[in-house]
């Protein structure tokens, strides 16, 4: 395991996600303020932030819970970013780019979960 969160690549590759979902959800419409930009805001957010606090936890099960709850706000992410496609607040470009940057990290957020889970079974 990772000396610290920071450590996770999987957790890097989700903060620099965050940011692009900041930039890009800056030029959607006032009126989307409080809806679709905050939630996307804080799915993206959720990623990461799961990350963290299951890492810090001292349970070996607990983790693997926090990454299951990462990769439930990815897949809220991506059902928002498909949304902001079909409103046309994101060009399929942009979408294409951050869909591709959210399965990244959903397959690495699985690979740490079962690596994690195969651990605390062989003990």
Same mark, same amino acid.
């Given at each position: 395991?990772?000396?610290?969160?920071?450590? +996770? #690549? #999987?957790?890097?590759?989700?903060?620099?996600?965050?940011?692009?979902?900041?930039?890009?959800?800056?030029?959607?419409?006032?009126?989307?303020?409080?809806?679709? #930009?905050?939630?996307? *805001? *804080?799915?993206?957010?959720?990623?990461? $932030?799961?990350?963290? &606090?299951?890492?810090?936890r001292f349970g070996k099960k607990e983790f693997p819970h926090f990454i299951s709850m990462s990769f439930a $706000?990815?897949?809220?992410?991506?059902? +928002?970013?498909?949304?902001? +496609?079909?409103?046309?607040?994101?060009?399929?470009?942009?979408?294409? #780019?951050?869909?591709?940057?959210?399965? &990244?990290?959903?397959?690495?957020? *699985?690979? +740490? *979960?079962? $690596?994690?889970?195969?651990?605390?079974?062989?003990?």
């Open positions: 395991m990772a000396s610290g969160f920071k450590d +996770l #690549v #999987v957790w890097q590759k989700s903060r620099l996600l965050t940011k692009l979902i900041y930039v890009n959800t800056g030029t959607y419409p006032k009126e989307e303020i409080y809806g679709l #930009v905050q939630q996307m *805001r *804080r799915s993206a957010i959720s990623i990461a $932030s799961n990350l963290a &606090e299951g890492y810090g $706000s990815a897949c809220e992410l991506e059902n +928002l970013i498909i949304l902001s +496609l079909d409103l046309n607040f994101l060009s399929q470009e942009k979408a294409d #780019v951050l869909t591709q940057d959210l399965h &990244e990290i959903m397959k690495m957020l *699985r690979g +740490l *979960r079962q $690596s994690l889970m195969k651990k605390t079974n062989d003990q």
